[in-house]
């Protein structure tokens, strides 16, 4: 499987299909963060919040680099379905961290972060915040992917919703939170230092919604 | 391996393509996967290689290594040959991919280093074939593997199905051009009405139909020729 997900990895990279939404969100964030001089953790919480989109597209993107008889053959060569899309969702998860590291280190070099904030914490929350949305974003990509949408409309259509569901059923007010992932949470957590706690319950949920997301696309998968 | 009562479709509401196939494949056996164009060749062969799920029915002792065929190269990724074909032999967990053994026999040396997306549609077929053969298969599933290919290559394939064959694996192979008169001992599998049946291949006693065109000055001539020969003429028109 290891070798699948390389393989993968190399042509989305060579087929430079990636670049373009990353590149243009990393451009926003030093835009919105350049000088700023800002506490780590709400600028943080606010990139994990508007790459969370980007990070959903990406994964789309990785996952419909490949022609679709392609994916047949690397099923029969790995003997298992499971395997292959297994191996999918760990190179798309895999393409994600580039962009991820980038987002951390983009507020040191445009001063969007205050000196004195630099510190193991700080990036740890940082990384947090990242991490935490990366499962739920993967989820929505690979829903939205073309072996499940058909066509590049409905793909849209659903990474679109998506997205403005959970900014819709996200906010303090709403009653089913949980519905969605929690991409107003981790800005509103860290900008209210909501403590360690908070930051679990918000892990808990993200993880609870991720793992029924992508169980999902496994069952989908398994049944074609 | 032992298809028992399989019926699948590709979406619910849509016409049966297979419709309670019923049939056994055993060891060192070849099969051609007959039947007119959208009678479901294809989808037995994709059903055989595990890639689509019968809605009733099972698929039982499928073999652990398939060699699978499909009638195109997914050429629109950015490999060249040499690469591709290895990536598919780690992809299979091997260590040594015989990458350049299988290119030698099919005469694909000078293409190792040529794009997929810049290869000819034969040239395609032949990594296609490869990628399919890079471990020893123990189920070889090849849709229409004569396809494009010249003549060189036409004539390697009875010899690799009868090599895997001779190893004790299955071999499917659907064929449409009337080529499987060069595999001797092959079964034929009519794919039918969403049904399956065994047939006597021409080879094995059976009769084939085969067009010519003559020249029209040479017509009677030849006719008396064939039937001369024993041959039983079906119909004579002009071009």
């Known amino acids: 499987m290891t070798a699948l997900v390389r393989m993968r990895l190399i042509s989305f990279v060579r087929s430079q299909r990636g670049l373009i939404a990353p590149a243009g969100v990393l451009l926003l964030l030093a835009a919105l963060q350049a000088g700023g001089q800002g506490q780590a953790a709400e600028v943080y919480g606010l990139s994990a919040m508007i790459l969370f989109p980007v990070l959903a597209v990406q994964a789309k993107l990785f996952l419909d680099t490949e022609p679709d008889g392609q994916r047949g053959l690397a099923a029969v060569a790995l003997g298992s379905q499971v395997r292959e899309v297994t191996a999918g969702l760990l190179a798309a998860a895999a393409a994600m961290l580039p962009v991820m590291g980038a987002s951390l280190l983009l507020p040191w070099l445009v001063g969007g972060i205050r000196a004195g904030d630099l510190s193991p914490r700080s990036v740890a929350v940082g990384a947090w915040a990242h991490l935490v949305l990366a499962p739920a974003a993967l989820a929505i990509g690979a829903w939205a992917s073309r072996v499940v949408t058909k066509a590049a409309g409905p793909g849209a259509l659903l990474l679109t919703g998506s997205v403005i569901l959970a900014a819709v059923l996200d906010q303090r007010w709403s009653p089913v939170p949980w519905l969605v992932p929690p991409m107003l949470s981790v800005p509103r957590a860290l900008y209210e230092n909501s403590g360690a706690a908070g930051l679990l319950l918000i892990t808990v949920l993200a993880l609870a919604w991720s793992t029924v997301a992508i169980g999902a696309y496994y069952f989908y998968r398994s049944r074609r | ?239």
């Open chain 2, 1 to 239: 391996m032992q298809f028992d009562d399989v019926w699948l479709r590709y979406s619910p509401g849509e016409p049966w393509v297979l419709g309670g196939v019923t049939a056994t494949f055993g060891p060192g056996e070849v099969i051609v996967v007959c039947g007119r164009n959208g009678e479901g060749k294809s989808t037995m062969l994709q059903a055989a290689a595990g890639l689509l799920r019968p809605a009733r029915g099972r698929i039982t002792d499928r073999p652990a290594v398939i060699g699978w065929v499909p009638d195109q190269l997914p050429a629109g990724q950015p490999f060249t040959v040499g690469e591709y074909l290895t990536h598919m032999g780690r992809v299979r967990g091997l260590r040594s991919v015989p990458v350049v053994a299988w290119a030698e026999r099919l005469h694909l040396t000078q293409f190792l280093g040529v794009r997929l997306t810049a290869l000819s549609k034969g040239t395609a077929r032949k990594v296609c074939l490869v990628q399919g053969l890079l471990a020893p298969p123990d189920l070889l599933i090849l849709d229409e593997p004569w396809d494009g290919l010249d003549t060189q290559a036409r004539e390697e394939i009875p010899a690799i199905i009868a090599e895997v064959a001779e190893r004790g694996g299955t071999v499917l192979v659907s064929d449409h051009r009337g080529e499987a008169v060069r595999l001797p001992g092959a079964r034929g599998l009519l794919i039918e009405g969403g049904g399956a049946r065994f047939f006597a291949l021409p080879g094995a006693g059976g009769r084939s139909v085969v067009e010519v065109t003559v020249a029209e000055e040479r017509l009677p001539e030849t006719m008396a020729l064939l039937r001369a020969a024993g041959h039983h003429d079906i119909q004579v028109r002009a071009r």
